[in-house]
Nanobody, 124 residues
Framework: QVQLVESGGGLVQAGGSLRLSCAAS????????MAWFRQTPEKEREFVAG????????FYADSVKGRFTISRDNAKSTLYLQMNDLKPVDTAVYYC?????????????????WGQGTQVTVSS
């Protein structure tokens, strides 16, 4: 199992930007497909963005396409989520997730390792 720790959350005004980071330790990071999910008290945890273990494939929820970019630095064992043009509806706790050798997964059940989450709040 890989251990995951998110950081970078905070309070930002609508239209602003944040970059989330997810530091991984344990097993070889480069062999894990990674993703970001988010959750609010009113909603189930939902998929935001994913990246294959090789980094060659990225995929996004329709609600964030064109605004968010997922990337990874295997040398630093770190996953990133660049979030631009943030909207109040993006307010949530953001979680990173990992799955061994996963190429593409958008369901919560596809991922076996989770971080503790980081709060993102977007004010209007």
């Amino acid at each position: 199992q890989v251990q995951l720790v998110e950081s970078g959350g905070g309070l930002v005004q609508a239209g602003g930007s944040l970059r989330l980071s997810c530091a991984a330790s344990g097993r070889t990071f480069s062999t894990y497909g990674m993703a970001w999910f988010r959750q609010t008290p009113e909603k189930e945890r939902e998929f935001v963005a994913g990246i294959s273990w090789s980094g060659g494939s990225t995929f996004y929820a329709d609600s964030v396409k064109g605004r968010f970019t997922i990337s990874r630095d295997n040398a630093k064992s770190t996953l990133y989520l660049q979030m631009n043009d943030l909207k109040p509806v993006d307010t949530a706790v953001y979680y990173c997730a990992a799955a061994a050798r996963l190429v593409r997964g958008i369901s919560r059940s596809d991922y076996g390792s989770w971080g503790q989450g980081t709060q993102v709040t977007v004010s209007s």
